[in-house]
């Protein structure tokens, strides 16, 4: 199922592998950057620019970018479509059954700051309610007392798992069109002495245009914000006290790939043996059962590799003086770069087979470096716990949304007939997080459906050059090769059918540079402890609880 070196890890300076008349072809005529290509170019695969309109250069850091073209056309159809934009129903409804493409339909609902926030909220205050339900229940009945304590208590753990999450994760979020209500009465039982400070977010803006801190958002904001949904703002409470490094502000960029949302077709009695047996050569079986029904069919990974984004000046809490100081506040790279404070990242690439980027020292930072700097804070569970923190917000987010994208892909022929393998869509996704001084839990701040892929250094290219490779490589082995069917649809359904489901456990355990949130979570790195242990049953409830809430949204 695999194609290409497992144990081989690109680098900026390595050449191109040789492409086979097997390789995987990628069609990237409808993407901007370059550092696909050249991801692409790396692990050995094809690139087909037929009827780009980018002007693509020959090489890219290093990396050599030849294509293939209508003057040398690639060895067969392409298998991977990479485009930059967001996709619609029909588009999905248009994929070969062998083709897999690079978004899921309606991706809006976590990727687009308004609806993923409103969302959210909506699902804090349906819970809430049910909570309420739950303890008036409790306390009215008398009968059955320790059959009710226990399900209180198993209820209690699920609630507070849930709590924690939109009560930490979550900021306070409302709609400058449809909450501005709700908002008024946030701020009217706000009970600190000092007034709290608002960051007013564009719904579909990027690189900090357009964000402000304000301590009046209602009057701040403009008349198309409050009625045209073109201009549809979040206003979010600010976070005051973030973690600090260096006394700067910073974000985390991590890079969040969802492979599946779909449960894979039944298997046959031997199909399922044979999956088992797989499971067992990578370290013992975990049950289908142990994973929540609404759940069962999420796969989900967070990359090891991503981006520390420092303010390049020192913190202070927002003021009425400070609050339009936006490289205090904003630690958006865009925001900050041309300041004569910004220090490029001091990336080390003596080791062309170094396994990370790491840069320790400047504006912009390995994940590496924070991983060092929270270990020596000398906190209980130190990095791994923090790290497992986040990638439970980042799980619960998804599953915010997942019911959508299931809807929006079974509508698409995306999960019946030659395509009932539900693989046609993945997605790389940037999720942007901060973490709070306090506990280091995490605070998500926005979700990007296609996270910048420039590349202004050799930093940028070594870390973005490796989440693409290992992307592209992760999605291979749920693609079998082209050799295999040559686009003829049912040899193709009889092969996702056949014996090599059961080989993707043998990637299960060390997906590439990746780890595994879901199903199972699974850090991959050696690291033990409490932090390294699969979902605990509170957890899944929570899990499955959030997917059957969102059920009630539309």
């Known amino acids: 199922m695999h194609h290409g070196d497992e144990s081989a890890h690109p680098t900026a300076s390595a050449t191109p592998a040789a492409a086979s008349s097997d390789s995987v072809v990628v069609d990237c005529h409808r993407t901007r950057y370059h550092v696909v290509r050249a991801a692409v170019r790396l692990i050995g695969w094809v690139v087909d620019d037929t009827d780009t309109q980018e002007t693509v250069p020959a090489t890219f850091h290093g990396v050599s970018l030849v294509s293939h073209t209508c003057a040398a056309p690639a060895p067969h159809a392409a298998q991977v479509l990479w485009v930059d934009k967001s996709v619609v129903r029909s588009t999905v409804a248009g994929l070969a059954c062998h083709q897999r493409l690079n978004h899921f339909a309606a991706m809006n609902v976590i990727a687009r700051k308004a609806q993923l926030f409103r969302r959210l909220m ?6 809430a309610e049910a909570d309420d339900t739950r303890r008036r229940r409790g306390s009215s009945s008398s009968s059955c007392a320790d059959l009710i304590d226990g399900l209180t208590t198993a209820a209690a753990a699920v609630s507070s798992s ?17 909450e501005l209500g709700r908002l008024a009465a946030f701020q009217r039982e706000w009970v ?15 690189e900090g245009r357009g964000i402000r801190i304000t301590a009046t958002p209602e009057a701040d904001l403009s008349e198309a914000e409050r009625a045209d949904r073109k201009s549809e703002c979040v206003v979010q409470l600010y976070v ?12 985390l960029r ?18 399922r043996a044979a999956a088992a047996a797989a499971d067992d050569d990578v370290g013992g079986a975990r049950a289908v059962e142990d994973v929540p ?17 420092l303010c390049v000046e020192p913190y202070a809490p927002p003021t009425e003086v ?7 506040h904003l630690s958006n790279y865009a925001v900050n770069r041309d300041s004569a404070l910004y220090v490029p990242p001091n990336h080390d690439d003596g080791d062309a087979a170094a396994p990370q980027a790491v840069a320790v020292e400047g504006s912009k930072r390995s994940l590496a470096a924070l991983a060092a700097f929270i270990d020596s804070l000398g906190t209980a569970g130190g990095w791994p716990r923090v790290r497992r923190s986040i990638d439970e917000c ?7 949304g997942v019911e959508v994208l299931r809807r929006e892909l079974i509508g698409a022929g995306g999960a019946r007939g030659y395509r009932a393998d539900g693989r046609g869509c993945f997605e790389l996704l940037g999720f942007d997080v901060m973490l709070r001084e306090a506990d280091l839990r995490p605070v998500l701040m926005e979700v990007n459906h296609s996270p910048s892929l420039f590349c202004d250094t050799a930093f940028d290219f070594s870390v973005k050059s490796t989440v693409l490779a290992d992307t592209l490589r992760l999605v291979a082995t749920r693609m079998p090769p082209w050799a295999h069917h040559e686009g003829d649809p049912q040899r193709y359904a009889a092969r996702m059918a056949g014996a090599a489901t059961a080989q993707w456990g043998q990637h299960a355990e060390a997906p590439f540079g990746f780890r595994a949130v879901l199903p199972h979570y699974a850090p991959g790195d050696g690291a033990g402890g409490a932090a390294a242990q699969d979902w605990h049953p509170e957890e899944r409830a929570a899990q499955q609880r959030l997917v059957e809430l969102s059920k009630r949204l539309p």
């Open 122 to 127: 909506q699902l804090s205050r349906l819970h």
């Open 322 to 328: 400070n609050c339009r100081d936006a490289r205090r």
């Open 162 to 178: 849930l709590k924690h999450f939109f009560d930490v994760s979550v900021p306070p979020s409302y709609s400058s069109i449809t």
């Open 293 to 309: 029904r609404d759940v069962r069919g999420v796969e989900l990974y967070v990359h090891r590799e991503g981006l520390v984004r």
């Open 394 to 400: 980042i799980a619960l987010t998804i599953l915010s």
């Open 254 to 271: 991590l890079y969040v790939l969802l492979l599946s949302v779909v449960p894979q077709p039944p298997q046959s009695r031997s199909r």
């Open 240 to 251: 005051d006290r973030p973690l600090l490094m260096g006394g700067r502000k910073f974000d």
């Open 192 to 206: 600190a002495s000092q007034p709290p400070y608002f960051i007013i977010k564009p719904n579909t803006g990027c």
